[in-house]
């Protein structure tokens, strides 16, 4: 072992290394769920990352504006130069009670292309568990073999619990 290589040395170069790494991983966008950017009566935007994230965030949006007995539409969808996506919605007051389409099914996985594909996909299946009593709407996104997405909705009543 020469001078150079000391136990401590080689210690302090790991540790070095080590916190250099985790301050640069610190400083990309890092998201498990949709954050909310901005909101004010009667729109709310979150930032989101990815298929099940769009999702979440919808469900957040119908919690925000049920605040104002309205519903979320969906104005606007971007992309971010950080790479993340930008969803706007605006709440809407409703005087008809919010209807399921006749051909929704909550046993069926659904295809869909595009990410509005996939919000009303998910506003129908809320809509759905709303009118059957579930408090709840849970899902499930996954990429196909031939590069189609697919999205199942399952209605709970009971809300989940996430402990992190």
């Known amino acids: 072992m ?3 290589s000391s136990p401590l ?3 302090g ?3 070095i290394t080590v916190s250099a790494g985790l301050m640069v991983a610190s400083c990309a966008p890092q ?3 949709p954050r909310q950017v901005q909101s004010s009566s009667p ?7 990815g ?3 769009l999702v979440q965030a919808n469900q957040s949006a119908a919690t925000f504006c049920s605040q104002y007995q309205s519903i979320p539409r969906t104005s606007n969808l971007t992309n971010d130069p950080d790479g993340s996506k ?3 919605f605006e709440c809407v007051k409703s005087t ?3 209807m399921v389409p006749a051909q929704y099914n909550p046993n069926v996985s659904y295809i869909y292309l595009s990410d509005q594909e996939l919000l009303d996909a998910s506003r129908n299946a809320q809509a759905y568990c709303l009118s059957t009593g579930s408090q709840q709407v849970t899902s499930n996104t996954s990429i196909n073999a031939n590069g189609t997405k697919t999205v199942s909705f399952q209605c709970s009543s009971t809300a989940t619990v996430i402990v992190r």
Do not use: C, F, G, W
């Open 86 to 88: 930008v969803v706007v």
């Open 31 to 33: 998201y498990s769920e």
């Open 9 to 11: 040395r080689i210690l």
């Open 51 to 53: 298929d099940q994230e």
């Open 43 to 49: 729109h709310v935007t979150y930032k989101y990352n």
């Open 2 to 4: 020469s001078a150079n």
């Open 96 to 98: 008809m009670p919010v």
């Open 13 to 15: 170069l790991l540790a």
